[in-house]
């Protein structure tokens, strides 16, 4: 078991102190210049860094990226259906193989400071198991590196396109961890039976679910209503997560406040990408809500936005909710890491907006590096002087990767 000592680093950005590694697990947190080398195996100077937990995207489209790629104009048109076969029309016919492509996003994102993630694979009649192959084959290039989770995702509906339902099920026992689901109103117009379908592929797979949802205010209030109900039949506690919920953060106050209690009665949890109506954060803090954050698709036939640093889509969240203090801010990186590993089921939910878990005693050496006067200052500058370790290993350095994997 190697034994490493972080030295002159500030957690959270607090008193500058030396922390201690036995494996994969923090064992030691003393002040700075108190603890003996002895027999540590690798002494790693912090010259006063801030660390953190590393960070956790859990809503990410590893399968739809063209990072690395040269830039091309936009070609979408509005709807998640028109969307959807704009992608379809043109996601082979890229530069790079499906596989590079998936690959350099995955190293991109961990050598930013990502250690956690849970991903996308579209699977569907047009794209089979192709991309989620490509997946499959990132996640195990990158085994020593990063926990990767992949959501068996029917992107384009389970009613619209015949033999949907059974790429879905197939998919889940490919590999696949958790079983997705789309606007089940808005996109295959039938929720009970979308809903059927997703939950009891669930069931038979015994896999969590996670539930696009783009759906308008009083739809999004409908499908998550039908959601909970199901969630609590199956005494599925835990197991759900609604990703997106735009029209959630719409409802009035008292409608959601009845909707996050039954969430929180049913550990249900979010995801966000901090779009520019974003989830309301304090509100969600205040049920205890698991919330964790992503970068959604990158650069791809979706969107022009994402770059797989999550530093940065810390700022974005914490931007689109109009946050000044610094209390605020800092919690946007609670969400941004230990957050999103709540919501992947590898760490206890938030304790409200001030906590800061994630650098004691006892918490996994996945942590992360990164410059600053304070937390704040660092999601306001995101520099490129970062330093991330997985399970103990420095897996990248400077923004680039090391070459070293945790055992």
């Known amino acids: 078991m190697t034994r490493t000592i972080l030295t002159r680093v500030r957690p959270w950005g607090g008193q500058t102190a030396d922390v201690t590694l036995e494996g994969d697990v923090i064992t030691g947190v003393a002040p700075a210049g108190s603890t003996p080398a002895g027999d540590a195996e690798r002494i790693v100077d912090g010259r006063d860094r801030i660390l953190l937990p590393s960070f956790a995207d859990v809503h990410v489209h590893l399968d739809s990226t ?57 699977v569907d009649t047009d794209a089979g198991h192709e991309r989620l192959d490509a997946v499959l084959a990132a996640r195990e290039a990158n085994a020593g590196r990063c926990d990767v989770e ?11 396109e015949a033999g949907s339902a059974e790429v879905l099920d197939s998919a889940m026992a490919r ?32 896999a969590p679910i ?23 039949a199956l005494d599925l506690r835990g197991q759900v997560t609604i990703s997106h919920g735009y029209g959630l953060g719409r409802l009035p106050e008292a409608q959601l406040r009845v909707l996050l209690e039954q ?18 954060t304090m509100l969600l803090a205040e049920y205890g809500i698991r919330l964790g954050l992503g970068q959604d698709g990158q650069r791809d036939y979706w969107s022009p936005y994402g770059n797989t640093d999550m530093l940065d889509r810390t700022w974005q969240l914490a931007f689109t909710n109009g946050f000044r203090r610094d209390e605020d801010i800092e919690h946007c990186v609670a969400i941004a890491t230990a957050g999103g590993r709540a919501v992947m089921g590898r760490g206890a939910a938030l304790a409200g907006a001030a906590d800061r878990p994630g650098v004691a005693v ?7 590096l990164v410059s600053g ?35």
Request: hydrophobic share 45%; net charge negative.
């Open 66 to 122: 063209r990072i690395g790629l040269p830039f091309r104009p936009h070609t979408g048109v509005p709807g998640v259906w028109g969307m959807m076969l704009n992608d379809r029309d043109n996601w082979r016919e890229a530069e790079a193989p499906i596989t590079t492509r998936v690959a350099t996003t995955l190293e991109r994102a961990i050598a930013r400071g990502t250690t956690a993630v849970r991903t996308y694979a579209q």
């Open 210 to 232: 996670d539930i696009h949802l783009h759906e308008p205010d009083q739809l999004a209030k409908f499908s998550a209503e039908l959601i909970i109900e199901r969630t609590r």
């Open 175 to 206: 590999g696949a961890d958790v079983v997705g689901g789309i606007d089940p109103c808005a996109l295959d117009r039938d929720p009970v039976r979308h809903l059927d379908i997703v939950f009891g592929i669930a069931e038979k797979h015994c």
């Open 150 to 160: 992949i959501i068996a995702f029917p992107q384009a509906g389970l009613l619209r």
């Open 263 to 280: 969430f929180r009665d049913l550990d249900i949890s979010m995801a966000t990408i901090a779009p520019p109506s974003p989830l309301p």
């Open 362 to 368: 006892g918490d996994p050496a996945d942590l992360v």
């Open 373 to 407: 006067d304070t937390v704040t200052a660092a999601v306001m500058d995101r520099l490129p002087d970062r330093t991330v370790l997985y399970r103990g290993a420095v897996v990248a350095d400077g923004l680039e990767l090391t070459g070293e994997v945790a055992a």
